[in-house]
């Protein structure tokens, strides 16, 4: 059984960071591109960074410049770092990743249950 556990979310202040972890657990094989979404209350999910295997990155343009993706092969972890937080930026983030598990053929995507970020004074 393969689950994406998210961690690091909480309030902070607006001009603030937080670190956000997202770490993939069972029998995996292998893991493609890793992501961060997130959604707003009454707002569709939309996608804030992704970063492939090789480690190209690709990020919203409302958050270019604050927020930065990283992974861990090793840990089978993905990071995002975000730095000077705005009220706008304060939703459910969730993690996403394309993983192949052992034994198994194909990739399949995986959803986090999410992990809240609230930015206000």
């Known amino acids: 059984q393969v689950q994406l556990v998210e961690s690091g979310g909480g309030l902070v202040q607006p001009g603030g960071s937080l670190r956000l972890s997202c770490a993939a657990s069972g029998s995996i094989f292998s893991i493609n591109s890793m992501a961060w979404y997130r959604q707003a209350p009454g707002k569709q999910r939309e996608l804030v960074a992704s970063?492939?295997?090789?480690?190209?990155?690709n990020y919203a343009n409302s958050v270019k410049g604050r927020f930065t993706i990283s992974r861990d092969n090793a840990k089978n972890t993905v990071y995002l770092q975000m730095n000077s937080l705005k009220p706008e930026d304060t939703a459910l983030y969730y993690c996403n990743a394309d993983i192949r598990a052992r034994g198994g053929r194909y990739e399949y995507n995986y959803w986090g249950q999410g992990t809240q970020v609230t930015v206000s004074s």
């Open positions: 970063i492939a295997r090789g480690d190209s990155t």
